[in-house]
């Protein structure tokens, strides 16, 4: 069964300071991994993806990410960030049934 | 344009009555989910259909039913609901094939008292 670890459950940040997320899954199979976003009170929506080809993808709002396949992770990055993106942030890596697993969440407060 | 809806957004309920979410998508996707949000837990997937008339469990089916007659349409239903069924629900979308992100309602607050 897919199994995904976010390592940190909640992030305290002042704005421009940089941010990473870490992610961890356990699938062996083909992978296509997604990070999301809710923000206070919205539903979720999609900040980024990974399919194939080149590891480091840039989602919205200046967000990336990179896949390193033997590490099974898939890291979110943004190196300055804003008031805004205070939000609860979710990996989710897509089996091949179209299911995705969430992890636990990160929530990440900025403060201004 | 709609796009994914849920109804009712808050419900308050008591122990043992049945609770039927509605989620209605106007994209004409084939497939639509049901995840419930618990602290802690992330996202846990409910249900899931791959079309209308074809449905299948997720991680934690159990105390739910879905039917997918139509579509556009992705009801669940609490047959006798449960204090640990306080949630908040999410139905989501997508297109056909594998690389399709998956789109979210805004949600329903369910509180089982």
């Known amino acids: 069964a897919q199994s995904v670890s976010q390592h940190n459950h909640h992030v305290i940040l002042s704005e421009a300071a940089s941010l990473e997320l870490g992610c961890n899954y356990s699938?062996?199979?083909?992978?296509?991994l997604f990070w999301y976003v809710q923000y206070p009170g919205q539903h979720l929506q999609l900040l980024l993806k990974y399919f194939s080809g080149d590891p480091l993808v840039k989602g919205i709002k200046g967000f990336e990410a990179e896949f390193i396949k033997s590490k099974f992770s898939f890291n979110l990055r943004k190196p300055s960030v804003q008031w805004s993106d205070t939000a609860e942030y979710f990996c989710?890596?897509?089996?091949?049934?179209?299911?995705?697993?969430f992890g636990a969440g990160t929530t990440v407060t900025v403060r201004a | 344009d709609a796009g994914i809806t849920q109804s009712p957004r808050y419900k308050i309920t008591e122990t043992g009555r049945q609770v039927t979410l509605m989620c209605h998508q106007t994209?004409?996707?084939?497939?639509m989910f049901w995840y419930r949000q618990d602290l802690g837990h992330g996202l846990r997937l409910i249900y899931y259909s791959a079309a209308a008339d074809i449905t299948d469990k997720g991680e934690v089916p159990d105390g739910y039913v879905v039917s997918r007659s139509k579509t556009e349409n992705f009801p669940l239903t609490l047959e006798s609901a449960t204090r640990s069924q306080t949630s908040v629900y999410f139905c989501?979308?997508?297109?056909?094939?594998?690389?399709?992100?998956?789109?979210f309602g805004p949600g329903t607050r369910l509180t089982v008292l």
């Open positions: 989710a890596p897509l089996t091949n049934d179209y299911k995705l697993s």
């Open positions: 994209w004409s996707h084939s497939y």
């Open positions: 989501a979308s997508s297109g056909q094939g594998a690389y399709n992100e998956q789109f």
């Open positions: 699938y062996g199979g083909t992978v296509n």
